[in-house]
């Protein structure tokens, strides 16, 4: 390990990796990277590097294990042997149990579990290459992965810790001021602040708490930004090849050529009508049949009143049919209060 640094802070107030007190790392995601899996997510952080892979919801076996009104929720974190500079020994130890406990804990209140009973939505988050704060980024990766493999969630979930260096709060510790500060505050919550994990080490004042869930809320924020940034890119490019069947194609051609044939023969329309005209009059059968039509025409022009009460009966009948739609509206209304009230009373 390394040496304690004298100063996290230099006097320009940057950080040992040149970073601003409230500044988080720079967070890479790729999203959909193991084919395998329901929903995928590789993310860095800084020198973190993380694998999320989700799978489900799927029927839990064994049975017994089964919750029969909602989905069970597993998630696993686990360091790689490689991630830190002294080998971590395979297997879970307290250290990933307690991480994989309070992770999935921040999902918990997120997860529609009530829509798959009996089924198990499985996490499994790797740390690949650690360099503090591992748990806020398999969190921030789980959440990526969780909506890749379309489990419905009321929020994303977004992650972060604030430390105190040299008597300072700094937001998104690196590894040195995890491992020589004075205090961490790993933080998770949903788009609306409400918090899913929350943890402590050190010694903080309740002013310097409070200052720092601050931090962590608009660090949460920039994260759930560049979360959902990634996942619309994501569906946007699984969305952009379009396949158009063959037959809608063809309806389209058919109806480009439709187009094409009357804008080309906008300007002539008049020329054939003119010339329809000119037949009419010099063909007398023709215009018999004309003058018949025009028979017909007045004939219907005089039973114009009849045909306006006709009108007239169609509003009517119109407007009843708006009272009974009224009507029925406000019976439905009535029953979504009734519905209400006894909510309510219950
Ligand atoms: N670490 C390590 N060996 C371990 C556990 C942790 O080297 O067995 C390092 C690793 O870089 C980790 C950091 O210490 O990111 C801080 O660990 P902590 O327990 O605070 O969890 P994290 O901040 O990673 O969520």
Known sequence: MSDKPEKFIDENGLRLDGRQINEIRQMKIKIGVLSRA??????????????????????????????ADSALIRYRYNMAAFSVEDRIRPGPSRRSIEISKVSREAFEPVIMTHLYPGAV??????????????????????SIALADAGIPMKSLVSACAVGKVDGQLVLDLNKAEDNYGQADLPVAMTQDGEITLLQMDGNLTPEEFKRALEMCKEGCRQIMEMQKEAL?????????????????????????????????????????????????????????EVEVETGDADEY???????????????EVEEESVDLIDGEAGDEDEGVANEGSETREQ
């Open 38 to 67: 329901d929903g995928s997510c590789y993310l860095e952080w800084g020198n973190n590097k993380i694998l999320v892979a989700v799978y489900g919801p799927r029927e839990l076996h064994p049975r017994r294990l089964q919750k």
């Open 121 to 142: 939505i499985d996490v499994f988050a790797e740390v690949l290459q650690a360099d503090a704060g591992t748990r806020t980024a398999a969190i921030n990766a789980a």
């Open 232 to 288: 619309r890119n994501k569906f946007a490019d699984d969305h952009l090849p379009i396949e158009v069947p063959d037959e809608i194609v063809e309806t389209l051609d058919v109806a480009a050529t439709l187009e094409d044939v009357v804008e080309e023969n906008e300007g002539d329309e008049v020329e054939v009508d003119d010339s329809s005209e000119e037949t009419v009059e010099e063909d007398p059968e023709l215009e018999s």
């Open 301 to 315: 022009a005089a039973e114009e009143p009849e045909e306006a009460d006709a009108d007239d009966d169609i509003l």
